[in-house]
């Protein structure tokens, strides 16, 4: 009897494996064309690149192509410029990350409130996010040209010295930075408004209760509520600016005397411009490594929840 009973339950698991194995192998197939699209457009070439960066290759006659070993590299840990256009992009990317997050963090608490139109405001709020990098680099460079733009008409009514600030070192880069906290800011808005929606409101009522000031429920019940959206969003967004390359060659080139020289500008310059391949593949290269530590970063609080 225990025979009889036993090929049907045998039967079953046996069709559900195959049934297990039909399911998996559609969802493989149609994962397919995008993998391979995937390899095609963006693994070859970085692949490609990581090779390149160990031969001396010129942009103008790429078929002349020598192995140098690490030349390359050893030519890149004696450059100034190298060390100056890292430094640079480590300075932008923390100083405007940091920034673009406490204005994030501050815009957000005041979209989360219930007041009359409030759903308007948090549209138009998105604008500057929506509008291509190229128009914001438009309207900050009207708003700074010389001497008709409307910053330095405004310096001019106060007797302040006027210029133009992207040709200034120092205002140059710092105008960088807040195109990109103007633009990237309600991105983080939006994203913590969320997160602090979804936190349940007897939470703050019990707060309240136990006499908890409205910095306290801010300190105990709001912050890390929001701290795992909070790495992930700034996460990505050191990435972003890391790699960000419209920002600085659209607004100053990199210039004046290299003082905003980028890494992704750098590498531009190299390549297209001094037509080293190979010493602007070992730069890409080692922009790689350090995103890859961020990559890893960004995988492991995306897992962890």
């Known amino acids: 009897m225990s025979i009889v009973t036993g090929k049907p339950e045998e039967t079953g698991y046996k069709d559900q494996f195959l049934e297990f194995l039909r399911e998996t192998w559609l969802g493989y197939a149609l994962v397919l064309p995008a993998t391979v699209l995937l390899g095609v457009i963006m693994v070859y070439p970085t692949l490609e690149a990581i090779w390149m960066s160990f031969y001396t290759k010129s942009f103008l006659n790429p078929e002349d192509a020598v192995w140098i070993g690490l030349q390359n590299y050893s030519q ?4 100034p410029l190298f ?6 992009s ?3 990317t923390s100083v405007a990350v940091s920034l673009e997050y406490l204005a994030g963090l501050g815009l957000a608490l005041v979209l989360k409130q219930k007041v009359p139109g409030i759903k308007f405001f948090r549209s138009v709020t998105m604008v500057t996010w929506v509008l291509p990098i190229i128009v914001t680099v438009i309207i900050f460079n009207f708003l700074v040209q010389y001497p008709f733009g409307v910053v330095n008409v405004i310096f001019e009514q106060f007797g302040l010295p006027t210029t133009y600030w992207f040709g200034q070192p120092g205002t140059g880069f710092g105008l960088i ?14 994203a913590l408004m969320a997160s602090m929606q979804a936190i349940p409101e007897s939470y703050y009522e019990a707060a309240s209760i136990d006499g908890a000031s409205t910095l306290q429920k801010f300190r105990y019940i709001t912050l890390p509520h929001i701290s795992y959206t909070s790495m992930i969003m700034i996460v990505i967004h050191v990435i972003f600016t890391f790699n960000n390359f419209d920002f600085v060659y659209l607004s100053t080139g990199g210039g004046p005397y290299q003082s905003t020289e980028v890494l992704p500008t750098y590498v531009y310059k190299e390549a297209f411009q001094s037509y080293a391949l190979g010493y602007a593949a070992s730069v890409g290269t080692v922009m790689l490594v350090i995103m890859f530590v961020f990559t890893v970063v960004y995988v492991k609080l995306e897992t962890s929840e």
């Open 83 to 88: 060390w100056q256009s890292l430094r640079n």
């Open 177 to 190: 930075i807040f195109m990109h906290v103007w633009r990237n800011a309600p991105f983080f808005a939006i």
């Open 90 to 92: 480590v300075i932008l």
């Open 76 to 79: 890149m840990y004696g450059d």
